[in-house]
């Protein structure tokens, strides 16, 4: 097969795979450095994301909690006594 690529498709996946730089310019490498230094920086906003959503959701549910208490404590505070018959 002729191609007229000088590097095979296989020979860029092992690149990529091992982090060669034997073909790269110093703009290639440091444009590759910058998007790997930003796909970091979304993963750890989103691992950070994820640990503030959960944190959320637990406060949420105890407010719900200590809510239903303080409304249910409030109903029977509220509520006039029985009278004796």
Do not use: G, H
């Not at 809510?67 to 509520?79: G, M, P, S, V, W």
Request: hydrophobic share 35%; glycine share 0%.
């Amino acid at each position: 097969m002729c191609s007229m690529e000088p590097y095979s498709s296989d020979d860029i996946k092992r690149k990529k795979r091992k982090n060669w730089n034997f073909f790269n310019t110093p703009l290639e490498d440091k444009i590759s450095q910058i998007i790997d230094s930003f796909e970091k920086m979304v993963f750890q906003l989103l691992w950070v994301s994820d640990i503030l959503d959960s944190k959320f959701y637990e406060l949420e549910r105890r407010f719900n909690i200590i809510e239903r208490e303080l409304t249910k404590n409030q109903i029977n505070f509220i509520a006039p006594p029985s009278s004796p018959t």
